[in-house]
């Protein structure tokens, strides 16, 4: 079992930048993929990031690539999620989760987060 603890988040003006934390206990977190989903009002929850086991490899949704940065430290059993230049498109609940692999689906993870709030005012 894994439990993902998240921490971050909040409100911010657009254009602005905040960066979200997930951190894991009961298992290292290097052997799993970690992604960050994200959840808007009504809508269905979205793939935004993920990172290989090793952080030789991230995959970007194309409306966050070039802003948002997935990171992962391994050591501190912690991945990161720097999100700049935000937008209001972006509020939303985000979610850290952990799988096997490093894909866009939601059901390929396994543990979650608990969520945190991204609200961007413009």
């Known amino acids: 079992q894994v439990q993902l603890v998240q921490s971050g988040g909040g409100l911010v003006q657009a254009g602005g930048s905040l960066r979200l934390s997930c951190s894991a206990s009961g298992r290292t977190i290097s052997n799993y993929a970690l992604g960050w989903f994200r959840q808007a009002p009504g809508k269905e929850r979205e793939f935004v990031a993920t990172i290989t086991r090793t952080g030789d490899r991230t995959v970007y949704a194309g409306s966050v690539k070039g802003r948002f940065t997935n990171s992962r430290d391994n050591a501190k059993n912690t991945v990161y999620l720097q999100m700049n230049s935000l937008k209001p498109e972006a509020t939303a609940v985000y979610y850290c989760?952990?799988?096997?692999?490093?894909?866009?689906?939601?059901?390929?993870?396994?543990?979650w987060g608990q969520g945190t709030k991204v609200t961007v005012s413009s």
């Open positions: 989760a952990a799988g096997p692999l490093a894909v866009a689906t939601t059901w390929s993870y396994d543990y």
